[in-house]
């Protein structure tokens, strides 16, 4: 059987190091405050983005990766005698994945697999992750595409914005929603649909929003006990660490991925966001 190598974009939110056990090829997005220019978790760490964040006025900028990146970087694998599966931050939400199909059709070559996370975070990473551990065991490209697929396709996110900033810098809220919404502890509770960001609700409080995750997750998970539950959290941990207790408390669950957000998702999500990802029914 031939060399495998799983590629993923940054936003997918996994750690570099263990993005490096699990032998995933991580392709970093861009981040920009104005003229100054970084790549996620390259050139800038997340505690370096949140610091800058806190003192700038206006919203950093991401941009997709381009056609002319990928595109070296698969003919870097190709030529090492590699089958590519590239795994992307979702199209609805990004152009990545569609420089991704660019890149392939310019290649031209049958050794490349584009697949389209329609996710975020560690929803997306919970999906690579799954990729890459099916390489270590030797499977074939046609079962983790469809392994892969099934996930992408049933990958619940879940995520409660910290703070209303973000919101009204990005022209979702007006000033006076945000300033009412702080003053009343409001959390915005949001979730993705077919690889698009929708509102789910909205709670007054960190304890409203962990009681709506796990109402959420008896509703809509199964087998919960035995599924890798994702987490993330943008600078405030509390909140995850939080919530990750009343899951292993209310369904048994025993293994996690937790990671800190990182600047592709932090530019529209701001900090003390909490996640959390499993695979519904």
């Known amino acids: 059987m031939g060399k495998i190598k799983i590629i993923a974009d940054s936003a997918c939110d996994l750690d570099l190091d263990y993005l490096n056990e699990l032998d995933v090829y991580m392709i970093p997005m ?48 190709l030529d090492e005698g590699y089958h590519i599966i590239s795994i992307s931050f979702s199209s609805r939400l990004s152009g990545t994945y569609q420089s ?21 975070s560690v929803g997306y990473g919970l999906i690579v992750r799954e990729a890459a551990l099916m390489v270590k065991q030797g499977k074939s490209v046609d079962e983790i595409v469809e392994r892969v697929i099934y996930m992408r396709d049933r990958m619940e996110h879940i995520f409660a914005v910290g703070h209303l900033d973000m919101l009204k810098k990005g022209g979702r809220i007006s000033t006076s929603q945000a ?4 003053l ?25 929003v962990i009681k709506k995750m796990i109402d959420t997750m008896k509703e809509r998970g199964y087998n919960l006990e035995n599924q890798v539950i994702g987490m993330n959290f943008a600078r405030d941990k509390e909140l995850c660490m939080q919530l ?21 998702i932090g530019s529209h999500v701001g900090s003390g966001t909490t996640s959390v990802f499993f695979l519904r029914k």
Do not use: H, M
């Open 244 to 264: 990750k207790e009343e899951i292993e408390k209310t369904f048994g669950a025993k293994e996690f991925v937790i990671s800190e957000i990182g600047a592709a």
């Open 100 to 120: 991704s199909c660019v890149a392939k059709d310019l290649i031209g070559s049958d050794d490349i697999t584009l697949i389209d996370s329609k996710g975020a």
């Open 30 to 77: 861009t981040v920009n405050f104005g003229q100054e220019e970084f790549k996620d978790r390259v050139t800038i760490t997340t505690k370096e983005f949140y610091d800058k964040l806190d003192k700038f006025d206006g919203l950093p900028k991401t941009s997709q990766i381009p056609p002319a990146v990928f595109t070296d970087e698969f003919k870097k694998f």
């Open 184 to 208: 009343l502890n409001v959390k915005p509770i949001l979730q993705f649909d077919d690889g698009y960001i929708v509102p789910y609700d909205k709670v007054r409080g960190e304890k409203a």
């Open 179 to 182: 300033v009412i919404g702080t």
